[in-house]
């Protein structure tokens, strides 16, 4: 087994380094072989140009795929973002793993806030349609608003803080665990 995280800032770790990641603690927790694919800055579209030589070469068991959130401050439009995710899941069930979506955290900029949390609708019903299983970190890290993220969380309003990283790597560890188990054939 062996699991690749896709994505941009948010599965690198930044600011810190990837072993502070959501992403390196949960799979250290689990036992498994991992790769880190997180670029800070990256797009869906960046994602997939960079797919065949960051994932499909590794061939990994599964695929962790979150981004999104650079593509809406660079003003792309939540239909062409959830178009590129789908395009990235096609492309890892063409490599025979195993596709996990994960829902993006919130932000605390209104504008791009609404944006992705049209972006995170259209996440879901993707999820639902092609029957991906998702990890959801929004839900754990939005305030009572439901439009920002909770203080304790972040440092700049956008990326996650060390209590941040350590909170989505318990989620993912819980997520993944159950998803694991789901599919491991009983001894």
């Given at each position: 087994?062996?699991?690749?995280?896709?994505g941009?800032?948010?599965?690198?770790?930044?600011?810190?380094l990837?072993?502070?990641?959501?992403?390196?603690m949960?799979?250290?927790?689990?036992?498994?072989?991992?790769?880190n694919?997180?670029?800070?800055?990256?797009?869906?579209?960046?994602?997939?140009?960079?797919?065949?030589?960051?994932?499909?070469?590794?061939?990994?068991s599964?695929?962790?795929?979150?981004g999104?959130?650079?593509?809406?401050?660079?003003?792309?439009r939540?239909?062409?973002?959830?178009?590129n995710?789908?395009?990235?899941?096609?492309?890892?069930?063409?490599?025979?793993a195993a596709?996990?979506?994960?829902?993006?955290?919130?932000?605390?900029?209104r504008?791009?806030?609404a944006?992705?949390s049209?972006?995170?609708d259209?996440?879901?019903?993707?999820?639902?349609?092609?029957?991906?299983p998702?990890i959801?970190?929004h839900?754990?890290?939005?305030d009572?608003?439901?439009?920002?993220?909770?203080?304790?969380y972040?440092?700049?309003?956008?990326?996650p803080?060390?209590?941040?990283?350590?909170?989505?790597g318990?989620?993912?560890?819980?997520?993944?665990?159950?998803?694991?188990?789901?599919?491991?054939?009983?001894?």
């Amino acid at each position: 087994m062996k699991i690749v995280a896709l994505g941009d800032s948010i599965t690198y770790g930044y600011p810190y380094l990837p072993e502070q990641s959501w992403f390196n603690m949960a799979a250290k927790k689990l036992n498994v072989a991992y790769i880190n694919c997180g670029v800070n800055g990256d797009t869906t579209t960046g994602m997939l140009r960079r797919f065949e030589k960051a994932v499909a070469a590794e061939n990994p068991s599964h695929v962790i795929v979150m981004g999104g959130t650079n593509d809406v401050y660079g003003a792309e439009r939540p239909e062409t973002i959830v178009a590129n995710i789908e395009k990235l899941i096609r492309l890892v069930q063409q490599c025979d793993a195993a596709p996990i979506l994960g829902i993006p955290i919130p932000c605390n900029d209104r504008h791009e806030e609404a944006i992705l949390s049209l972006y995170r609708d259209g996440l879901k019903q993707l999820a639902a349609r092609m029957t991906i299983p998702s990890i959801d970190f929004h839900a754990a890290l939005v305030d009572s608003s439901g439009m920002r993220i909770k203080e304790e969380y972040h440092i700049d309003g956008l990326h996650p803080n060390e209590a941040g990283y350590q909170l989505m790597g318990v989620i993912a560890t819980e997520a993944l665990s159950q998803l694991l188990r789901e599919k491991t054939p009983e001894a």
